[in-house]
């Protein structure tokens, strides 16, 4: 049981690159998300997704996209890099929302020139 | 403002001693408070979760309350161990979770 992965560990791209980052959970848990975190500030919603074929938009959506074909991957789209969105990326899973513990996956460093 | 405000932003403690973090919250009442441990390049895990009615939980060495009046929680780490260097998060759910910015424990040899 791998619980919440995450890939790359490590990126770095240049302004107006695209790149998706991957997660996967085997829990076969229903609620999945994204956060960044930056330095200074909580962590911060990007998109999650309550059930394949289902996602929404958090607190801070704007240049990402996210899909959710299979209940296991959540990948994170990244449409045109920008400097601001160099962060800490924390992909995340749960049962449901409210009183279920979410899972974190390790994370992936994100580095825009 | 962020609804979730922790102190201190870092501490530095001697191993075996104790110390305990703070959680400031707005939002009253609300659903469960959880406090996170996050190792340096890790993802946070959960250490406890209280719920509004609820004033204390223990996990091991970490004992964390909740004081609804003061809208205040703590987390008391007992006996630390070098281990025990890592973030700390508090989460507050009122079907929206907001997330303080952690507070940075060092123990020291």
């Known amino acids: 049981n791998a619980g919440v992965t995450q890939t790359p560990k490590f990126q770095v791209l240049k302004t107006g690159q695209s790149m998706t980052l991957q997660c996967a959970q085997d829990?076969?848990?229903?609620?999945m998300s994204w956060y960044r975190q930056d330095p200074g500030m909580g962590l911060r919603l990007i998109h999650y997704s309550v059930g394949a074929g289902i996602t929404d938009q958090g607190e801070v959506p704007n240049g990402y996209n996210v899909s959710r074909s299979t209940t296991e991957d959540f990948p994170l789209r990244l449409l045109s890099a920008a400097p601001s969105q160099t962060s800490v990326y924390f992909c995340a899973s749960s049962r449901g929302q409210g009183q279920e513990t979410q899972y974190f996956g390790p994370g992936t460093r994100l580095l825009v020139l | 403002k962020n609804q979730v405000e922790q102190s201190p932003q870092s501490l530095i403690i001697l191993e075996g001693k104790n110390c305990t973090l703070q959680c400031n919250y707005t939002v009253s009442p609300f659903s469960n408070l959880r406090w996170y441990k996050q190792d340096t390049g890790r993802g946070p895990v959960s250490l406890t979760i209280m719920t509004f009615s609820e004033n204390t939980k223990s996990n091991g060495r970490y004992t964390a309350t909740l004081d609804a009046d003061t809208k205040q929680s703590s987390l008391h780490i007992t006996a630390s161990q070098l281990s025990d260097s890592a973030s700390y998060i508090c989460?507050?759910?009122?079907?929206?979770?907001?997330f303080g910015a952690g507070t940075t424990v060092t123990v020291r040899a």
């Open positions: 989460v507050l759910n009122d079907y929206k979770l907001s």
């Open positions: 829990m076969n848990h229903e609620y």
